[in-house]
């Protein structure tokens, strides 16, 4: 009976060990090198990734400000980020900067690569546009609050065409406008790179074709250069999602001081993080941050999926 049983199952081994084609010894040597040279990558993801992630995990239903014992609260952090409306206004400012900000990055990022796609020294101007990518966000704020403050060169500039009275740029009510227009101005070098790269390998026989048949340069860009960069642009959709839920060092330095922390009409994700963590105005709790941080990485992760999927087109082959 026992026999009879087992047989079935040695029958389908037998059959798919019949189907599978025999290796080469390449083939088998590549099979054997595989995890060890998987292994170590895998320890680091592991080790500096997923371990802190399990570890925020836990700390986000206790609280803790890193030097008393650590205290159960179950979900009551979460409940208390729900009825925070800083937690609020923060995740407004990052769908703010992910929307307006995002939207704008691609509009001017595809409009220069339209432009330089014909130009005989797109690299040179191409470096150029590239180079604010290099600069940490600080040199930014500092320099941008140099420009737009109220003896700055812009004001100076504006007076000279009979405008005394200029807005208050660095004004409460107008932070987050200048924090989304340095964001935009920071990140659209590399976007412009990025996309280049896509539009570049885009065949000139297919705009020769589509300028024979009538089209115009909106035509152009929309029957030709978006379709074959599609894949790109999907790409650049998702790193702009990823990185907004960083933007922590503009928020710091256009709002805040040595004094005190930005208002909190201001704030971000991640500054609201970093604030309930590290904040020497209020009692530090660690377990309030890491709630905020795995609610702020959850919405990202939804947002990028549904990014993904909306954005998912059929393959494109250029020849």
Known sequence: MAASTALP???????????????????????????????????????????????????????????????SRGFANYVSLARDPVFTTALKNT?????VGGGLVFVISFAITVVLRDMADRNFIRY?????VLVNPLVFGIMT????RPSGIVNFLLSHISISDPPKWLGEQNL????????????????TTVLMSGVEQIPASYYEA??????????RFRHVTLPLSWDVVTVCAVFWTISTVKVF??????????????????????????????????????GIASAAALVSLLLIAVVAVILRRMLRREAVQLS
């Open 95 to 99: 769908s703010l900067i992910l929307l």
């Open 145 to 148: 609050g140099l420009l737009f």
């Open 176 to 191: 987050m406008t200048m924090i989304v227009a340095v964001s935009v101005w920071a990140a659209t070098g590399f976007y």
């Open 9 to 71: 199952g040695a029958r389908r081994r037998a059959h798919r060990a019949a189907r599978r084609p025999e290796s080469s010894p390449m083939e088998r040597a590549q099979r054997l090198t595989f995890w060890p040279f998987l292994t170590p990558a895998l320890v680091m993801f592991v080790l500096f990734f997923v371990a802190p992630i399990g570890f925020s995990g836990w700390l986000s239903f206790h609280r803790w400000d890193g030097l008393t014992e650590v205290k």
């Open 249 to 286: 060092e503009l928020v710091l330095v256009f709002g805040g001081s040595v004094s005190g922390s930005p208002p909190p009409n201001t704030y971000t994700s991640a500054l609201y993080v970093y604030e309930a963590a590290f904040s020497t105005n209020t009692a530090r709790d660690f």
């Open 128 to 132: 150029v546009l590239f180079f604010p």
């Open 210 to 219: 589509a300028e024979l048949d009538g089209a115009g340069a909106w035509q």
